[in-house]
C-alpha cells in the first residue's frame, strides 16, 4: 500500500545516497531530532553516536557498524546509536579521512609518506583477485599492509579518540537539553490537563 508506484532507478538511488534530494542541512537535522528522542540516557544515546563517528576514521570499510556496536557495547553506549554514527564516513568524507588519518600516521611511525594515497590503494585492489588474496595475503598484501594499512590504523587511533570526544561532548548537551525541555513540555501540559479536569468537576458540583 505505501510503496512507491515506481521504483527508483539504481542510480537515483546512489545518488541520494551521495548527495540527499532534501539536502544535508536538513538530514542533519533529522539525525538530531532522531538522536534525542532515542531511549536512554544523553550518556548512552552520544557515547554510542561518538562511537559510530569515531570507528568511520578507521581503515576497515566494511567492518564500521561491526566496530562501532562492539566499542559501543564496552561502554556502555547505545548500539542504535554507534550505527547511526557511521554515517560521518560517507564517499564524500571518506578521501579526507583516509589522507589525515596517513599522513598522521606516518608522521608518527616516522615511516615516508606517498604523494598519491588514494591511487596506490586503488591499484593495489586492482592489481590482486579476491581468490589471490585469500591464498596468500601476506605475500599479496603484506607490504601494502605495512606501508598503508599499518600508518593508518595509528592516525585513525589518535584522530578517532579525538573525533569521539567531540561528537561526545556536543551531543551530549544537545540530548540533554532536548530531553529536559521535552519533559517540562510534558509535565506543563500535564498541569494543564489536571487543572482544566478540576475546574470541570468543580463546575459539575455546581
Known amino acids: 500500500m505505501f510503496k512507491r508506484r515506481k521504483k527508483k532507478h539504481i542510480l537515483a538511488v546512489g545518488r541520494e545516497y551521495i548527495w540527499p534530494a532534501a539536502g544535508w542541512s536538513r538530514v542533519f537535522s533529522y539525525l538530531r531530532h532522531r538522536l534525542a528522542r532515542i531511549p536512554g540516557t544523553p550518556y548512552a544515546i552520544a557515547a554510542g553516536f561518538a562511537c559510530g563517528a569515531a570507528v568511520s576514521f578507521t581503515p576497515f570499510i566494511g567492518l564500521h557498524f561491526l566496530l562501532a556496536a562492539l566499542l559501543a557495547w564496552i561502554i556502555g553506549g547505545n548500539i542504535l546509536t554507534s550505527a547511526m554514527g557511521t554515517v560521518v564516513g560517507n564517499p564524500w568524507t571518506f578521501p579526507f579521512i583516509w589522507i589525515a588519518i596517513y599522513h598522521v600516521g606516518c608522521w608518527l611511525l616516522g615511516m615516508p609518506t ?39 590504523f595509528v592516525g585513525g587511533l589518535i584522530i578517532g579518540s579525538m573525533v569521539w570526544i567531540v561528537f561526545y561532548w556536543v551531543l551530549e548537551k544537545i540530548v540533554r537539553e532536548y530531553k529536559h525541555n521535552r519533559y517540562l513540555k510534558r509535565s506543563a501540559a500535564a498541569l494543564m490537563r489536571r487543572e482544566i479536569k478540576k475546574g470541570s468537576n468543580q463546575d459539575g458540583a455546581e
Do not use: V, W
Open 114 to 152: 606517498t604523494d598519491d594515497l588514494l591511487g596506490q590503494i586503488y591499484q593495489t585492489l586492482d592489481d590482486y583477485s579476491l581468490m589471490e588474496i585469500l591464498s596468500a595475503p601476506m605475500m599479496t598484501l603484506g607490504p601494502f599492509l605495512q606501508s598503508i594499512i599499518l600508518p593508518m
